[in-house]
């Protein structure tokens, strides 16, 4: 049997995108990799980047580096989709990186669907409205965000990934938590590391600060010496097997959007318990006060009893629905699939 064959385009940053192509390929697809020729794009002449820059920054055009990627990648991604007869699906993953133009080329490539998931609320990166309607599905992952017409948004959620939770290596006793320097949320990390190292318990945090070089001004901001500190995020894959390995995984949330980080699904897929202090994790039917526990600034003291109380083990079919093997069958609206939804929008 021919396996279908999707084109791949999303951000390359930690180099997430090799695990989704290693899930997609796991799940019976050919991949259509066009990250990789985002991230080989360099200008053609100096005469083409001076002009580029010459619009940026004097004309103030933001949109001219996407548009003269698009007509640069053209001629790559289609001798691609040519060798392959065109795709049958494509899935793009924060499509805002791309030029509309660009997608608008690659659109009647593709037999199927062309679906983008938008895993960072739609008021982040506005450049994503631009590109809305050369998609045949919009999944978004906030409740916030789906009315918004007349866009017919759908809901979805972030996933975990399943091609190799057979293999998963032995547990440790740390806490681990990986996340970018944000201000909102630095005082209750710290808060928490300090007590976490007088309950003697082992952490494995490590906060990116990459907006400057000032190891001392970081400190400052994260005092604790047990949050390790660095100027410069690891791959996803070594993140991944951090968290494989790991008692306990925490979760602090940005306030940007109120979906769910993708911490909180590989606590799901690898039965592990969660700390996170997005609330909007109650609200989800994998939920149980056994397995994730809502931090608050003012109840660190609970937390003991919950590391003491059974994992409480969910019933296969609400496991699965959130694995990338249902996630991807219901995105791209291959059957038999478990419908992802979203809980009701929160009120103000």
């Known amino acids: 049997m021919t396996r279908p064959t999707i084109l791949l385009g999303m951000p390359h940053v930690h180099d997430i995108f090799k695990t989704v192509e290693a899930n997609l390929r796991y799940h019976g697809f ?33 949109d001219a580096k996407r548009r003269i990627k698009a007509q640069i990648l053209q ?30 080329f690659i659109h009647p490539h593709i ?17 994503i409205w631009q590109c809305i309607p050369e998609f045949d ?19 979805a959620t972030n996933f975990y990934f399943d091609h190799d939770l057979d293999t998963l290596p032995p547990t440790n006793s740390s ?22 190292e007088q309950a003697q318990w082992e952490l494995d945090f490590r906060l990116v600060w990459a907006h400057n070089r000032d190891l001392k001004q970081a400190r400052q901001a994260y005092p604790c010496p ?24 925490v979760d602090f949330v940005t306030d940007a959007h109120k979906g769910l980080s993708f911490r909180t699904f590989e606590a799901l897929g690898y039965q592990k318990k969660l700390i996170t202090t997005n609330p909007h994790t109650m609200d989800y039917d994998f939920y149980h006060p056994n397995n994730i526990y809502i931090l608050t600034p003012n109840n660190l003291d609970g937390i003991p009893a919950f590391l003491h109380t059974p994992y409480h083990t969910l019933a296969n079919d609400i496991r699965e629905k959130y694995s990338f093997g249902n996630w991807i069958k219901y995105v791209l609206q291959i059957h038999p699939h478990i419908p992802i939804q979203l809980p009701p929008k929160s009120t103000p």
């Open 30 to 62: 050919e991949v259509i990799n066009i990250v990789e020729d985002d991230q080989a794009f360099r200008y053609p002449s100096l005469w083409t980047r001076l002009h580029t820059k010459f619009r940026q920054h004097i004309l103030g055009d933001k």
């Open 75 to 104: 001629h790559p991604i289609g001798k691609k989709l040519q060798a392959h007869q065109g795709a049958d699906y494509a899935l793009f993953i924060s499509g805002d990186i791309y030029h509309p133009d660009l997608l608008a």
């Open 111 to 127: 037999h199927q669907q062309m679906v983008n998931y938008q895993w960072d609320g739609l008021a982040r990166f506005p450049a």
């Open 137 to 155: 599905r919009f999944y978004v992952f906030d409740s916030d965000d789906l009315a918004h017409p007349p866009y017919h948004f759908l809901p």
């Open 175 to 196: 806490f681990y938590f990986t996340g970018t320097h944000q201000a909102n949320r630095a005082a209750i990390i710290t808060n928490f590391a300090y007590y976490a």
């Open 226 to 249: 047990n949050i390790q500190i660095t100027h410069r995020g690891d791959s996803f894959q070594n993140n991944l097997n951090r968290a494989k390995q790991a008692k306990v995984l």
